[in-house]
């Protein structure tokens, strides 16, 4: 790399927390919180607790893209029916 002045921008990630659940009685066991940097982080992270997407506390939205998550938000993990 030449000498010069370079700018470095760095990703901050998105943070959130994600509240677990005891599936027989859907009271929450406790949250977790989150930093994910990419889509793979994001879909790694689904993969391994066998969800499909999150969604908002108290709303109706699911996601299933890093990018549509905000900053701060508290989320639960979203299921496939029947599993």
Do not use: W
């Amino acid at each position: 790399m030449p000498l010069g002045n370079y700018t470095l921008h760095l990703d901050e990630g998105i943070s959130f927390k994600v509240c677990l659940y005891n599936e027989s009685d859907r009271l929450a066991v406790h949250t977790e919180d989150k930093t994910l940097y990419t889509e793979d982080d994001f879909r790694d992270f689904l993969t391994r607790r066998g969800l499909i997407g999150l969604r908002e506390i108290d709303g109706y939205r699911c996601f299933s893209n890093i990018d549509d998550l905000r900053p701060g938000a508290v989320y639960q993990g979203v299921r496939l029916l029947g599993d």
